[in-house]
């Protein structure tokens, strides 16, 4: 006991984890600041059929533009955003920038917005889904909401309601992160997934490593058998595309391709491939 609270005692005065607390708390302070402050930037990824280069969506990856950090990657603020309940807020100005920004783009692309758990806990993620749709214009089968494991692992029977509600609204649901999780086979087998995004992981070492390659290809066979779409993340070299091309997976995202680019960035960038 005196031992434990002598621990304790020391990890109080860790100068340290002091620093830490404290950014930690500036964090908490800033971040309930800047959405009011306007700070927030949505970048879009592009998503690319690998045998035409087409780009056939983008994904909406939010990033804080820190008066004093500069750019700040969401690795580093969606789980503060998470624990203060900030993320329903930071969550839905995504949702409704990403829908607003994607419905001056060409009809057949499609825009997906990444959901967090808590994002799924709040009662009015419907609500929050169909206002941004309305507001924008943009039809409801140009939606896609990036869901990982985690929210699976919350109420299932309330998750499931949910997800089945937006799919009978035409919205696409993807599987982010795809076999990174621990239950990864069941909940594709329960929840009404469109699409898959196999997880950068098995793709890194692609397609040299024959592991990744027969895990990869069991995952493209898995989604094909079940009527999903294949998305493969973390495209970073040209054997990867090709590698995906010949699997047949649906869509590419990946620095070989493209970084997630600020609008007007993503909109020269679509500009050009037009003209290509
Ligand atoms: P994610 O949904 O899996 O998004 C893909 C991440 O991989 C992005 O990181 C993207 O920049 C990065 N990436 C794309 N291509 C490559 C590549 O070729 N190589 C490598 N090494 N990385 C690549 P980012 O933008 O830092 O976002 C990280 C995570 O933060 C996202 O992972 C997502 O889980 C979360 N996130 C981003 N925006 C939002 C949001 O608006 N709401 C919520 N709830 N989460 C978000
Ligand atoms: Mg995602
Ligand atoms: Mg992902
Ligand atoms: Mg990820």
Known sequence: RAKLDGKGLARRF??????????????????????????????????????????KAAEALVRWRHPGRG???PVDFIT?????????????????????????????????????????????????IMGALSASGLP???LVLEITEGVLLLDEARTLTTLELLRAYGIGLAMDDFGT?????????R???SKIKIDRSFVRDLPADRGCAAIFQ???????????SI??????????????????????QGYYLSRPLPLAEFHLFLNRREAA
Do not use: K
């Open 14 to 55: 860790d100068p340290e984890l002091q620093r830490q607390a404290r950014e930690r708390q500036q964090m908490e302070i800033d971040l309930a600041q800047a959405l009011i402050r306007n700070e927030f930037e949505v970048h879009y990824q592009p998503l690319v059929d690998p045998r035409t280069l087409e780009v």
């Open 71 to 73: 750019l700040v990657s």
């Open 80 to 128: 503060v955003a998470e624990e203060t309940g900030l993320i329903s807020g930071i969550g839905s100005w995504v949702l409704s920038r990403a829908c607003q920004d994607a419905a001056s783009w060409p009809s057949h692309m499609r825009i997906a917005v990444n959901l967090s758990p808590t994002q799924f806990r709040d009662p009015a993620l419907i609500e929050t």
């Open 140 to 142: 409801p089968q140009r």
């Open 181 to 189: 999780g621990y239950a990864s086979l069941g909940y594709l087998r």
């Open 191 to 193: 929840f009404p997934f």
């Open 218 to 228: 069991a995952i493209v066979a898995l989604a094909g058998a079940l009527n999903m």
């Open 231 to 252: 998305t493969v993340e973390g495209v970073e070299t040209v054997e990867q595309l090709n590698f995906a091309a010949e699997e047949g997976c649906d869509l590419v």
